[in-house]
């Protein structure tokens, strides 16, 4: 069952929504769900599924040719990874929106989007592309060392305030003496030092 809950201001508590006490049967436990206005986007372990307030089915997608399904969440949009690296975003009608393509060959961690960015972390990488999906840059490159085996990148946190990412990088290799975790900072350039740099 999903269930929906309010903050209440007077009490401080979150309390059943008024209206929607009852909720509603969604089948199987999902993954990860996400609420955006008048859609409930989840990822189940056979499928995405996004439904409208009242339960009724919009889209569900098979993501068994998916080697790491993930869907997330931005202010307008919730992308959801599809075959061969591609992002979708569906309109409300359960429609193909955008279409975003990102490299096939890697292997994607994490998406995270803020306004005109979509950052795509992959294991050794971190790409940006625009929102239209043009890609722009490839920075935080994990290199390989004698000693150790490659670092991966496994987590990513956005701070939508500033821009800034925090990335944790894990080391698999097992020897005694070497680092087993690294944290990352990758930090938004101001729009006009981007102007500036192509002015001059």
């Known amino acids: ?6 903050l209440n201001p007077d009490t401080r508590k979150f309390e059943d929504t008024p209206g929607r006490e009852n909720g509603f049967f969604i089948g199987d436990t999902p993954i990860s769900i996400f609420w955006e206005d008048k859609y409930i986007y989840m990822l189940h372990k056979k499928a995405y599924l996004i439904m409208d307030m009242n339960g009724n ?4 997608l098979s993501h068994d040719k998916v080697q790491r399904p993930l869907m997330v ?8 990874l599809g075959p061969g690296n591609e992002g979708l975003v569906f309109t409300e009608k359960g429609a193909l929106k955008t ?3 990102f490299d096939p060959s890697k292997e ?4 995270v989007q803020h306004e005109i960015y979509i950052i795509v972390v992959y294991e050794h990488s971190v790409a940006i592309y625009n929102n239209e999906g043009a890609f722009l840059d490839e920075k935080g490159r994990l290199e390989k ?15 939508f305030m ?3 990412v925090v990335l944790g990088a894990n080391n698999k290799s097992s020897g005694k003496n070497s680092t087993t975790a690294e944290i990352y900072t990758m930090n938004e350039i101001p729009h006009e030092h981007q102007i500036d740099s192509l002015l001059f």
């Open 1 to 6: 069952m999903l269930h929906f809950f309010s």
């Open 57 to 60: 089915n919009v889209q569900q």
């Open 73 to 80: 969440l931005s202010k307008t949009d919730c992308i959801i």
């Open 99 to 101: 279409k975003y393509r």
């Open 108 to 111: 994607i961690v994490s998406i």
């Open 145 to 159: 060392t004698a000693k150790s085996d490659h670092f991966r990148y496994t987590s990513v946190s956005l701070n």
């Open 162 to 164: 500033t821009g800034g």
